[in-house]
């Protein structure tokens, strides 16, 4: 079955960088797009990053020219590079796939228990 499993979320102060990954089992990562989302309580769960099968990425408004997401096909990892950290970036983080090859920033079918990122001033 689909596996998700997310680290690397710490605290950091504002400015800083953390690189999230996700590692991927059961399903065949290289065939299917994958995305990162974020959540904080009270709210809905938000986009934040896709990344298809044929590598195209897409990125949230508030989020472009400061995080990168990229993908390691040989070891089925996902991952998210978030640099220039703002407070607004503190959130869980989860990573998610839909088994399709393109459409992980519209919807998210299968997730992971998340990893927590805290941005502090």
């Known amino acids: 079955q689909v596996q998700l499993s997310e680290s690397g979320g710490d605290s950091v102060q504002a400015g800083g960088s953390l690189t999230l990954s996700c590692a991927a089992s059961g399903y065949g990562f290289s065939h299917f797009c994958a995305a990162w989302f974020r959540q904080v309580p009270g709210k809905e769960r938000e986009a934040v990053a896709s990344i298809g099968k044929d590598f195209s990425e897409m990125y949230a408004d508030d989020v472009k020219g400061r995080f990168t997401i990229s993908r390691d096909n040989w070891k089925d990892i996902l991952y998210l590079q978030m640099n220039n950290l703002k407070p607004e970036d503190t959130a869980m983080y989860y990573c998610?796939?839909?088994?399709?090859?393109?459409?992980?920033?519209?919807?998210?079918?299968?997730w992971g228990q998340g990893t927590q990122v805290i941005v502090s001033e």
């Open positions: 998610a796939t839909n088994r399709r090859p393109l459409g992980c920033f519209e919807e998210g079918s299968y």
